[in-house]
């Protein structure tokens, strides 16, 4: 019988495959070991056609975006990994002059983003440069899941099609974007996402409606469904495309005060019930590390509590997926200890047995 690699050699030529290959540079945080079975996929086509034929013959897989909220373990991640490049961005309903398409209410999730202005290392923050497009014609958007997001919103804001900027600059993909029901300030993804095209776990191309996809705060069907993302639709604006390219100008000028080498806010911010019960100024977990747990600064080797932003664990070096791991337990541990809160991780973890992960999401 052939082995995982010389199968996927033979049935795809055309993609490059290797062995034992380094996912740390695949990631934001520059951690991870190897996995089994690597490689990108760069045409739309090739990534379908590979995940129907490793679900046909039971090979164990796992996709990688931009890496940007993933910790990888050590031990690297069994079975094939796929980098998905593909995609495009596909303007859909082109008669901009028409009434708007389907507009709905959107789903209602109460953002978590409160910054604390008087203390702290959380002190920027993004509501005064939000405004409604929702009086603009809408354009029906198709982007496949390999696009990056900062591609897509330039691409769009030149064509005069606006309503993602408040996702700039964060290093996701389409497909992660939607995986987490992605939130940039105040804004959820889910607020223009019309459906979702996705492979089922018979291997079958099934289209989704966004009321079917379960969105929540950093959550979706996906993170249990084992749905593959294929591409999405996003109901957009015909809208001041100059303005919304100074909200990104005056965005990334604040986001830019985020530390680098991380895998960006590790925990989901407390909920406001939380914060007015503790007397807390702000729902950030930053916060509660810096001040309640006063670990500011404090690491295990090169994974270190981020002094720029305290939600945020950096890699300083060589930090290793367990070092990072035990900062991650040690903020979660003495949380509950002195808050009673459960904190919630809104990373994934990936390569790591279900014992390991016990003492953190189920704590």
């Given at each position: 019988?052939?082995?995982?690699?010389?199968?996927?050699?033979?049935?795809?030529?055309?993609?490059?495959?290797?062995?034992?290959?380094?996912?740390?540079?695949?990631?934001?945080?520059?951690i991870g070991g190897p996995a089994e079975v690597f490689?990108?996929?760069?045409?739309?086509?090739?990534?379908?056609?590979?995940?129907?034929?490793?679900?046909?013959?039971?090979?164990?897989?796992?996709?990688?975006?931009?890496?940007?909220?993933?910790?990888?373990?050590?031990?690297?991640?069994?079975?094939?990994?796929?980098?998905?490049?593909?995609?495009?961005?596909?303007?859909?309903?082109?008669?901009?002059?028409?009434?708007?398409?389907?507009?709905?209410?959107?789903?209602?999730?109460?953002?978590?983003?409160?910054?604390?202005?008087?203390?702290?290392?959380?002190?920027?923050?993004?509501?005064?440069?939000?405004?409604?497009?929702?009086?603009?014609?809408?354009?029906?958007?198709?982007?496949?899941?390999?696009?990056?997001?900062?591609?897509?919103?330039?691409?769009?804001?030149?064509?005069?099609?606006?309503?993602?900027?408040?996702?700039?600059?964060?290093?996701?993909?389409?497909?992660?974007?939607?995986?987490?029901?992605?939130?940039?300030?105040?804004?959820?993804?889910?607020?223009?996402?019309?459906?979702?095209?996705?492979?089922?776990?018979?291997?079958?191309?099934?289209?989704?409606?966004?009321?079917?996809?379960?969105?929540?705060?950093?959550?979706?069907?996906?993170?249990?469904?084992?749905?593959?993302?294929?591409?999405?639709?996003?109901?957009?604006?015909?809208?001041?495309?100059?303005?919304?390219?100074?909200?990104?100008?005056?965005?990334?000028?604040?986001?830019?005060?985020?530390?680098?080498?991380?895998?960006?806010?590790?925990?989901?911010?407390?909920?406001?019930?939380?914060?007015?019960?503790?007397?807390?100024?702000?729902?950030?977990?930053?916060?509660?590390?810096?001040?309640?747990?006063?670990?500011?600064?404090?690491?295990?080797?090169?994974?270190?509590?981020?002094?720029?932003?305290?939600?945020?664990?950096?890699?300083?070096?060589?930090?290793?997926?367990?070092?990072?791991?035990?900062?991650?337990?040690?903020?979660?541990?003495?949380?509950?200890?002195?808050?009673?809160?459960?904190?919630?991780?809104?990373?994934?973890?990936?390569?790591?047995?279900?014992?390991?992960?016990?003492?953190?999401?189920?704590?």
């Amino acid at each position: 019988m052939q082995n995982i690699f010389d199968s996927l050699s033979t049935s795809f030529p055309q993609i490059n495959f290797s062995e034992n290959h380094s996912l740390a540079p695949y990631t934001t945080v520059k951690i991870g070991g190897p996995a089994e079975v690597f490689c990108e996929v760069r045409v739309q086509q090739d990534f379908i056609e590979l995940v129907q034929f490793a679900i046909k013959n039971n090979i164990q897989f796992t996709i990688l975006g931009s890496g940007a909220n993933t910790l990888i373990s050590d031990k690297g991640i069994r079975g094939l990994v796929v980098r998905n490049l593909a995609g495009e961005v596909r303007v859909i309903d082109e008669n901009y002059d028409s009434k708007p398409i389907s507009v709905k209410k959107p789903l209602e999730i109460k953002a978590r983003w409160q910054a604390d202005e008087e203390s702290g290392t959380f002190k920027y923050d993004f509501k005064d440069l939000d405004y409604d497009e929702r009086d603009q014609d809408r354009v029906l958007v198709e982007i496949d899941a390999g696009v990056f997001l900062n591609t897509a919103i330039f691409q769009l804001l030149d064509e005069g099609i606006t309503g993602l900027q408040w996702y700039a600059r964060i290093p996701s993909t389409i497909g992660g974007a939607v995986f987490n029901n992605l939130h940039g300030g105040t804004h959820f993804i889910s607020e223009v996402l019309e459906s979702v095209k996705v492979i089922d776990l018979e291997g079958e191309i099934l289209e989704l409606n966004a009321e079917e996809l379960k969105l929540g705060y950093d959550e979706s069907r996906f993170h249990s469904s084992g749905e593959i993302i294929i591409s999405a639709k996003f109901n957009l604006f015909r809208g001041d495309a100059q303005r919304a390219k100074q909200v990104i100008q005056r965005w990334s000028a604040r986001k830019s005060l985020q530390p680098q080498n991380s895998l960006g806010c590790v925990f989901a911010n407390i909920s406001n019930k939380d914060r007015e019960r503790l007397g807390y100024p702000t729902t950030s977990v930053g916060y509660i590390v810096e001040h309640v747990l006063k670990l500011k600064g404090f690491g295990i080797r090169a994974a270190v509590i981020s002094d720029k932003h305290c939600a945020f664990i950096e890699n300083k070096g060589q930090a290793t997926a367990s070092d990072y791991f035990t900062v991650i337990k040690k903020i979660i541990k003495e949380t509950k200890e002195k808050t009673g809160l459960t904190l919630r991780p809104e990373i994934s973890f990936l390569g790591f047995e279900k014992s390991e992960l016990e003492s953190i999401l189920n704590s």
